[in-house]
């Protein structure tokens, strides 16, 4: 039969997603985190999340998690006025993932990057970093990540492997197995408590203790009287 792919398809399919434990709540209760923290609050540190994925935008835009993120890469179709697709926009492959992860360091948005692909092969220094690799954590859950969990840990960022709780720790093992991650893998459980949650605000935390460090060194104090 037809495969309907159209707009209000893929955000249909996209509402009914069944989502992880403890999401999308933990997105504002980490925010929270960070806010009332005051070695965080010292640190100046600033929480962002972002969604890269070879599923298809129009479904994750649907979802719950959808409002909470900074930005969403993910594949896209060209479509007619009615909404119905007449041609693939944009595929993302596992290696074309980190060029999104790349896209996060330097600062480019999804719409800049489609625009204008080639913008991520500018050259920047290091000071001009949005976000550097050391300051991010990458989460994943299968053979799909391991370019990006690889990016993000060989320069000097978190990669975290999870699996999801109905299902097995398969995936995760080949992770851990492959040295693509730097903890886990855990279950995909963020409520409060769990041991997801826990080592994700233990990571922030020590990210934001390495900033505040990094500020300090950069103080030049003033000689005394």
Request: aromatic share 8%.
């Amino acid at each position: 039969g037809k495969l309907d792919i159209s707009k209000k398809a893929l955000s249909k399919t996209g509402k009914g997603l069944k989502i992880f434990p403890g999401l999308p709540g933990a997105f504002s209760e980490l925010r929270n985190f960070v806010r009332t923290n005051p070695d965080l609050k010292r640190a100046r540190v600033n929480l962002e999340f972002y969604i890269i994925s070879g599923g298809f935008e129009e479904m994750i835009h649907a979802t719950k998690i959808a409002d909470e993120m900074d930005g969403i890469f993910g594949c896209n179709f060209a479509y007619d006025k009615s909404g119905e697709a007449i041609g693939i926009k944009s595929a993302i492959s596992f290696t074309e993932k980190t060029r999104y992860v790349h896209a996060i360091r330097k600062g480019v948005d999804a719409k800049e990057i489609r625009t204008n692909p080639y913008v991520i092969n500018d050259a920047i220094s290091i000071d001009q970093q949005r976000i550097p690799f050391s300051n991010m954590i990458y989460i994943g859950d299968g053979p799909s990540d391991i370019p990006c969990l690889s990016a993000v840990s060989s320069g000097g960022g978190t990669g975290i492997g999870v699996s999801a709780p109905y299902g097995t720790f398969k995936k995760g093992y080949e992770l851990a197995r492959g040295k693509r991650i730097t903890v886990g893998p855990y279950t995909a459980n963020y409520k409060k408590g769990s041991d997801m949650r826990k080592v994700l605000e233990e990571t922030i935390l020590r990210i934001g203790l390495e900033i505040e460090t990094a500020h300090r060194k950069n103080i030049i104090h003033a000689p005394g009287h």
